[in-house]
């Protein structure tokens, strides 16, 4: 860790020196321009509209599905006497209505927020420019059946529109403003987004590389460092291991490769000699890419993963019922760490030991 510091700081001295004397704008005050408005603004329309729209379309799912109308009546409490379309009605109205009371104060704070990260990242040299951000804030209810509307707390780089709930703390903004921070262009015209590059494939697709774990964990660091109201983590509830598991292997690395978290933030703002700086100690220590260690999240175990990073003998199983997409993934570990063995187990596994990982995660979530 030392050793690293102290490159990184020789290789710094004379830029550091160079830019105080050349940027007197550094320790001024500046002005990114921060937009918020209400998703139903956002999409061209208004509150009581959008809330007509989703239940309009409730009132029919429900028509065609009994179930969900049993669902939908424990979801929205509305008693098995009431006319369901009439219960619906009056959640939406009420919705509504604590939705425009909660706005202009929501407002307020996640302003704050915002101007809070961009003096942080600006203090800290992770950004330099000064892109507007744009800042939507939803609701749950409002953006039911939305797609186009991106109802959930994301960063979504296409249009470069931050989205964020209106019931969600500080914490959560500061995490998908880390995302809108981080997003810079690489020099062959790709997208990067902390760790996570897009590829443009032409036709509007993109193919999407990088660490995924990286990415997260990183965000996670970072919101805990900007977030301006002590909210925490644990506030955002989102009942997902993968983030504590990336925040913890983050950590974790940065050890094993020896360089200090300020280089960490410094590539996932896209700054190129620290990302090259990381990506270079990558390789020195595990022989491979930043992206190649996307295997580490097979399983969601930190003591797992310190093993494989310590160099300690560590078994893998692949089995029968192994999805197919998860065979390459449990290759490639023992690829790169020869202290990983691969076992092929050709019978149906017995015990519930949890080897595998069933989902997908959202990069930008
Ligand atoms: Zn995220």
């Excluded at 510091?5 to 020196?17: A, G, P, R, S």
């Excluded at 992770?126 to 744009?134: E, G, L, S, V």
């Excluded at 800042?135 to 509307?149: A, R, S, Y």
Aim: net charge negative; glycine share 6%.
């Amino acid at each position: 860790m030392e050793n690293a510091d102290k490159i990184w700081e020789d290789k710094n001295e004379d830029k550091k020196k160079g830019s105080e004397l050349q940027n007197p704008q550094e320790s001024q005050e500046f002005t990114t321009p921060i937009f918020l408005e209400d998703i139903a603004t956002y999409g061209g329309t208004s509150i009581e509209e959008l809330a007509r729209s989703v239940v309009a379309s409730i009132v029919d799912a429900a028509r065609k599905r009994p179930e969900f109308e049993k669902h939908y009546r424990e979801t929205y409490g509305i008693a098995d006497q009431q006319d369901f379309q009439q219960g619906m009605n009056v959640f939406a109205d009420r919705r509504i209505k604590e939705f425009q009371e909660h706005f202009p104060r929501k407002q307020k704070e996640f302003k704050e927020q915002a101007a809070h990260c961009l003096t942080f990242a600006r203090q800290h040299g992770y950004i330099a420019d000064t892109r507007p951000i744009h800042i939507v804030i939803t609701d749950w209810f409002l953006t039911c059946g939305k797609p186009n509307l991106t109802g959930t707390d994301s960063y979504d780089h296409r249009t470069g529109v931050t989205f964020v709930g209106i019931d969600r703390p500080n914490i959560l903004l500061a995490h998908e403003l880390g995302h809108s921070l981080s997003h810079t262009q690489t020099e062959k015209g790709s997208q990067r987004v902390g760790f996570s590059i897009f590829e443009p494939l032409g036709g509007g697709e993109e193919k999407m590389h990088g660490c995924q774990w990286l990415n997260e964990g990183t965000t996670v660091l970072w919101e805990n460092q900007s977030v301006n109201d002590r909210s925490t983590f644990s506030q955002r509830a989102l009942e997902e291991d993968f983030y504590p598991y990336s925040r913890d292997l983050a950590k974790l690395l940065l050890e094993k490769i020896g360089v200090p978290e300020e280089i960490l933030f410094k590539a996932y703002f896209g700054d190129r000699e620290a990302l090259h700086f990381l990506n270079d100690a990558i390789n020195r220590r595990f022989k491979c890419t930043m992206e190649d260690l996307n295997c580490l999240t097979l399983k969601l175990d930190i003591k797992w993963a310190k093993s494989i990073l310590d160099g300690q003998p560590v078994t893998i199983e692949i089995l029968e019922t192994d999805h197919t997409s998860i065979i390459p993934e449990k290759e490639q570990l023992a690829r790169i760490f020869p202290n990983v063995i691969i076992k092929k187990e050709l019978t149906k596994r017995m015990s519930g030991e949890a080897v595998g990982k069933e989902s997908v995660m959202d990069t930008n979530s």
